[in-house]
């Protein structure tokens, strides 16, 4: 009945944090409408997308992440009036932020999803797996928390020294 | 060597912060009055609180007077009511930290009496104190300065602060970041991170770090792992840059304070360009009632959401 399923070499870890009114809802949907989307997506409930901080997706890419996806209510429908609003001047710069620290945004997707809006959810997802997939494993955040202890490197000629002297 | 930047007006600039601090001492105007005093060392400048007239005499302001006095008002701010009128002396940056712990609501104009220094620059370090100020040894943050003359204060010094124009060190560096690759800005950033020892004397130092539970040493959940090991340390300062968008007032300190000598500013002057090209916020005189960040517009950019 369902298609043969692709194997893929990398199957990679999708975190979507969204919002409980709108995206939750259209997840629900595209769940119960029997569409058919990739199972890599873990999916993170919360009240709004403007209690979703910055530092969650901070968080998910140290955990292992290789892709994050940040999804609610289209601007002018939240539940709480303007938690979307807030959450778009909040992520726009945050993006910035991790870009110049080096981050490729390509792993990084926002997106307005409503409550029916379940074909739009499977394509978002759909997107960001292929796309991530293609890009490998996020291994820059992994390999800084492998690194032991404080690596410092003796770079100057009196630390050389001391060194020595130990 | 490079010629020196005139900063002979500042010993007139101590007599005028002299005269006026003791005149609002004396008449009770204030309590208190935070300003500069000379170090032991020779050239060094420190912090100091006086509360007497007779010890107005040992203000001075020198291009050594390099501190964010603001940070004292932060820390004290609950106790200000109590001791009444605060005297504070403040260059064109730190009055700018004022005006945004004012937004806020952390301080109120009326407890504060402003003594506003017209600034030529200061020192980048204070390792050398006695040397003058040159285009090498001035404060980055200097190099950028559009606050020369601070702007609503009660007390001005009567100097017209004349400035040489020079390099924009922090725009240079940002554009140099911004034409490399992630891969290798990611390089970079994580060699100055590495570097760090979690000392959190940026935090200490920084005006806007007043939350009385730090985010960060929080342990349920513990969003940053607190140890000094690279993870946590990229961490530190991402969300440290995060929580300063939009509200930093560009004093450098946390730069100037750090141990590891980690470009801390370049990450606050980064996002500072962000929000003017995004919202068109830059740090200034004026009270705001709302940030950028903690307010919004229905027509604000949402190119990078599907």
Not at chain 2, 35 to 45: E, L, N, P, Q, V
Not at chain 2, 192 to 200: L, N, P, R, S
Not at chain 2, 221 to 246: E, F, K, S, Y
């Amino acid at each position: 009945m369902h298609p043969e399923k692709q194997k893929h070499t990398f199957e990679p870890k999708i975190i979507a944090f969204v919002c409980t009114w709108c995206t939750y809802a259209g997840a629900d949907l595209a769940g119960t409408s029997r569409m058919q989307y990739p199972s890599n997506v873990r999916v993170l409930k919360f009240p709004c997308t403007g209690r979703i901080d910055p530092v969650f997706i901070l968080k998910a890419f140290q955990q292992g992440a290789d892709g994050v996806l940040v999804s609610g209510c289209h601007p002018g429908d939240c539940h709480y009036i303007a938690g979307n609003f807030h959450a778009r001047r909040r992520f726009a710069v945050f993006r910035k932020l991790l870009e110049f620290v080096g981050v490729d945004l390509n792993r990084l997707q926002f997106s307005w999803v409503s409550a029916a809006e379940g074909g739009k959810w499977v394509e978002v997802v759909t997107d960001l797996t292929e796309k991530v997939r293609s890009m490998g494993p996020m291994t820059e955040f992994k390999e800084l928390a492998l690194e032991e202890q404080w690596s410092g490197t003796i770079d100057t000629p009196e630390l050389q020294e001391a060194y020595n002297a130990i | 060597m490079t010629s020196l930047i005139d900063t002979t007006i500042y010993s007139a600039i101590t007599e005028a912060i002299r005269v006026e601090a003791a005149r609002i001492l004396s008449e009770g105007e204030v309590t208190a009055v935070v300003g500069y005093a000379a170090a032991r060392r020779k050239g060094s400048a420190q912090p100091i609180v006086i509360n007497t007239a007779a010890d107005a005499g040992q203000l001075i302001f020198t291009p050594s007077c390099v501190n964010n006095l603001a940070v004292y008002l932060t820390k004290a701010k609950k106790e200000i009511s109590k001791t009444g009128k605060i005297g504070i002396v403040v260059k064109g940056c730190d009055l700018k930290a004022l005006v945004g712990l004012m937004g806020e609501s952390q301080l109120k104009r009326e407890d504060m009496y402003l003594i506003g220094v017209p600034c030529i620059g200061v020192l980048a370090s204070t390792v050398q104190p006695a040397t003058g100020l040159t285009a090498e040894t001035i404060a980055p943050k200097c190099t950028e300065c559009d606050a020369h003359l601070p702007q609503g204060c009660d007390f001005v010094p009567a100097q017209t602060p004349v400035v040489t124009k020079l390099e924009h060190k922090y725009a240079a560096e940002i554009a140099r970041l911004e034409a490399l690759t992630p891969a290798e800005r990611w390089a970079y950033w994580k060699e100055q991170f590495t570097k760090c020892i979690k000392c959190y004397a940026c935090r200490q130092v920084c005006p806007f770090c007043f939350c009385e539970q730090c985010l960060c040493d929080r342990n349920k959940p513990q969003m940053v792992d607190t140890t000094p090991r690279p993870a946590g340390n990229a961490a530190w300062h991402i969300v440290r840059a995060m929580h300063l968008a939009g509200r930093c007032a560009g004093c450098a300190e946390c730069e100037r304070v750090c141990p590891m000598d980690i470009p801390l500013n370049l990450l606050n002057r980064k996002m500072a360009m962000e929000l003017k090209e995004l919202y068109d916020y830059e740090a200034g005189f004026d009270v705001l009632d709302k940030g950028p960040l903690t307010m919004f517009t229905d027509k604000d950019d949402q190119s990078f959401i599907k």
